[in-house]
């Protein structure tokens, strides 16, 4: 854990994903752009 206002050389480096951690990110954004395509299209729908 580190200290409140400290950064670690390791902080300023950026995250690193496995293809794992990657498909199930870029799944997760799929599917809440969908979600929110279907929100929209729902609402145009009602005016």
């Known amino acids: 854990m580190v200290g409140l206002g400290r950064l670690t ?3 300023m480096d ?3 994903f496995s293809p794992e951690e990657a498909w ?3 799944r997760e954004c ?3 752009r969908k979600t ?3 929100i929209i299209r729902l609402g145009e729908e009602l005016e």
């Open 30 to 32: 799929d599917r809440r």
């Open 24 to 26: 199930r990110g870029k």
């Open 36 to 38: 929110l395509e279907e």
């Open 9 to 11: 050389p390791q902080s």
């Open 14 to 16: 950026p995250p690193t």
